[in-house]
């Protein structure tokens, strides 16, 4: 105990007696690791917004389907279970976020246009608890409930069939039967979403009233399930299995959305290869600021040897200064990471670049998103791989010859 | 009781394309409680004798006992352990820790040998008073006069009580007067605590007060004089 003690004055000693190179060695590895956690922040805010936009697309974190839908998602392959068993089931299972569709591919037609959409009879009192459409950027009005029978489409979509609130469309699609199942729809309210893409593929109307036209009775073809954390939907996966039937599929948005899937997995690596580039060119500066600092000291080193200081206290001692200049570096650049993301939460502006992050599945703002896992990451990896680098130089130390080492006094 | 047996110890060293023996089958025993100076001109051995003696050079041959116990065959962690324990040191210069004022530097042997803080505290306070530090303890070397860090050195050298203290050119530095009371400062501990001293100089001063003078040419011993007496 006695001996730490005198090992870690003589290291914060022997930290300021060169200040100035202390300093920026400090300001260096402030700086490194600021970059670290707030490039991090920022990716894993642009992966986050990506993930979110992509499970708001589907949406549904967990989605249970007819084995045949997957491949060919159309009204003849619905969930053999009746929407209302569905409805018991889930109901009393205690999920928050939850909602039974029913999702065809049909043709949307104004005066002027027709474009092909994926049309969803939705229950809105359940939708709503989904976040699959920001209501409060809805013009016009929303469905009302299972039975409303008008539609409601997105800003870009309504935008390319010159229509709008007020106007009448044509909804075409088919029946399990292959007839054509088609109508007409008042418009009632436009949405919009931060993907452009979203607001042209998805058209709403009431489940029921959806139900009706396609002529299948009380059916869906999709329950979607949402959690609390979409980076660990395997606990909700399995609860999910245990409560429909074997012959259906249930999947969780990873193999739903592979690209999504793998962008989360790539980007994860990508912090990592990131955090430890930039620590590889702070290494440089660590290891340099240590070698000097023992070269400067050869004859102290051989003195403090000679008078029968231990070699491993030697490297204890060089090693405790690194740390000192690691654990302060730490605290500077983990305050200004924290300082220049903090003024951020509102979100980045980006939209100069918005067809390009719109092509990346991205939103034109990009929200800085701090993870305690992240920080703690860059943390870790400066800590233990600077204590590694520092251990060259701390062991050239100890291996002096103390009477060679004094001799330099000469 | 021999402090310091020296047997038949041979060191060279390799200069350009000449071999320069340093130690040519140099035997020599030290008691306990003597005042021992080792003279000789530059490059006659003393300093490689002193360090073979505090286990800081090893002979390329022959053996160095210190207090019965063989050193020469010791590791590097017993050695420091040794020289811990029961050697003090003085060196030429550069004998003090730069970040550490003079308490500190004179506390550091007993910090690393763990005596707790009061003890270190009392010991070294009465030490600085009697090399007449007093009033200077928190002074770092820097702010420190060579003779004045000379003396803290000292102190250090025998602030724990070691068996042998081994001082290499101590007056080089210094001085007449100073020197003058360093030697007076080394014959009182020498007298109070019958701490062996061996000295490496070719200080006349020094040589001059000693009570055992031992003369050395091209690393052997050519004289060893009892300045008692005569």
């Known amino acids: 105990m006695l001996r730490l003690r005198i090992l870690f004055m003589l290291a914060w000693r022997n930290l300021w007696r060169n200040k100035r190179r202390t300093l920026i060695m400090l300001a260096a590895i402030g700086i490194g690791v600021w970059a670290m956690i707030f490039m991090t922040a920022l990716t894993q805010g642009m992966v986050d917004k990506m993930v979110r936009d992509g499970i708001t697309a589907l949406p549904g974190e967990v989605q249970v389907h007819n084995p045949d839908y997957l491949d060919d998602p159309t009204v003849a392959n619905l969930l053999p279970t009746a929407d209302s068993e569905l409805q018991r089931r889930f109901g009393a299972a205690g999920f928050n976020q939850w909602a039974t569709r029913l999702r065809v591919p049909a043709v949307i037609s104004s005066e002027r246009e027709s474009r092909g959409v994926t049309l969803l009879g939705i229950d809105p009192a359940r939708e709503r608890q989904l976040g699959f459409v920001d209501y409060a950027r809805v013009q016009g009005r929303f469905l009302y409930n299972a039975e409303d029978d008008a539609i409601v489409i997105g800003r870009a979509l309504a935008a390319t069939l010159e229509t709008g609130i007020g106007k009448r469309v044509v909804i075409m699609s088919q029946d399990p039967q292959n007839n054509i199942a088609d109508r007409g729809f008042?418009?009632?309210?436009?949405?919009?979403?931060?993907?452009?893409?979203?607001?042209?593929?998805?058209?709403?109307?009431?489940?029921?009233?959806?139900?009706?036209?396609?002529?299948?009775?009380?059916?869906?073809?999709?329950?979607?399930?949402?959690?609390?954390?979409?980076?660990?939907?395997?606990?909700?996966?399995?609860?999910?299995?245990?409560?429909?039937?074997?012959?259906?599929?249930?999947?969780?948005?990873t193999e739903l959305n592979p690209y999504l899937g793998s962008m989360l997995k790539v980007m994860d690596g990508f912090v990592l290869v990131w955090v430890i580039v930039i620590f590889l060119a702070l290494s440089f500066g660590l290891v340099n600021t240590l070698v000097m600092a023992v070269f400067e000291r050869v004859r102290e080193i051989g003195l403090m040897l000679a008078l029968g200081m231990k070699p491993s206290n030697i490297l204890g001692q060089i090693m405790i200064?690194?740390?000192?200049?690691?654990?302060?570096?730490?605290?500077?650049?983990?305050?200004?990471?924290?300082?220049?993301?903090?003024?951020?939460?509102?979100?980045?502006?980006?939209?100069?670049?918005?067809k390009g992050m719109a092509m990346m599945g991205s939103a034109p703002v990009l929200y800085p998103l701090l993870r305690i896992q992240d920080v703690l990451l860059a943390n870790a990896v400066v800590l233990i791989l600077g204590l590694l680098a520092s251990l060259s130089p701390a062991w050239r130390a100890a291996r002096y010859e103390p009477i060679k080492a004094l001799r330099k006094v000469d | 009781m021999t402090a310091v047996r020296c047997v038949e110890l041979c060191k060279t060293y390799r200069q350009g394309e000449q071999d320069i023996k340093a130690l040519d089958h140099l035997s020599v025993d030290i008691a306990a409680g003597e005042f021992v100076c080792l003279s000789a001109p530059s490059g006659g051995g003393k300093t490689t004798l002193l360090n073979a003696i505090g286990g800081l050079e090893e002979p390329d041959s022959g053996e160095v006992w210190i207090a019965g116990k063989r050193i020469d065959t010791l590791g590097k962690g017993a050695l420091a352990n040794l020289r811990l324990q029961q050697i003090g040191f003085v060196f030429q210069a550069y004998n003090l820790i730069p970040v550490l004022s003079a308490r500190e530097n004179v506390e550091f042997v007993m910090q690393l040998q763990g005596i707790a803080a009061a003890e270190r505290h009392e010991k070294s306070t009465a030490l600085l008073q009697q090399v007449g530090l007093a009033g200077l303890e928190d002074r770092r070397p820097a702010q420190m006069s060579g003779g004045q860090q000379q003396r803290v050195a000292v102190a250090r050298a025998v602030v724990s009580g070691p068996a042998l203290v081994l001082a290499d050119e101590p007056t080089a530095n210094l001085d007449s007067k100073t020197a003058e009371g360093l030697i007076d400062l080394f014959t009182d501990l020498n007298n109070i605590y019958a701490t062996t001293f061996v000295i490496a100089t070719h200080d006349p001063r020094v040589m001059a007060q000693v009570p055992r003078l031992i003369k050395m040419l091209d690393g052997r011993i050519v004289d060893d004089i009892d300045q008692r007496a005569s």
Request: charged fraction near 25%; avoid cysteine; glycine fraction near 8%.
């Open chain 1, 186 to 253: 008042r418009v009632v309210g436009l949405f919009r979403a931060d993907l452009e893409s979203l607001e042209k593929t998805f058209v709403f109307t009431g489940k029921k009233t959806l139900q009706s036209l396609l002529k299948v009775g009380n059916h869906v073809s999709e329950i979607a399930v949402t959690g609390n954390e979409y980076r660990n939907v395997d606990p909700l996966y399995d609860k999910v299995r245990r409560l429909v039937d074997e012959q259906v599929v249930v999947s969780r948005w």
């Open chain 1, 321 to 354: 200064e690194s740390m000192f200049l690691l654990i302060f570096g730490l605290l500077i650049g983990n305050l200004l990471a924290v300082a220049s993301i903090a003024p951020l939460r509102g979100g980045i502006d980006v939209s100069v670049v918005a």
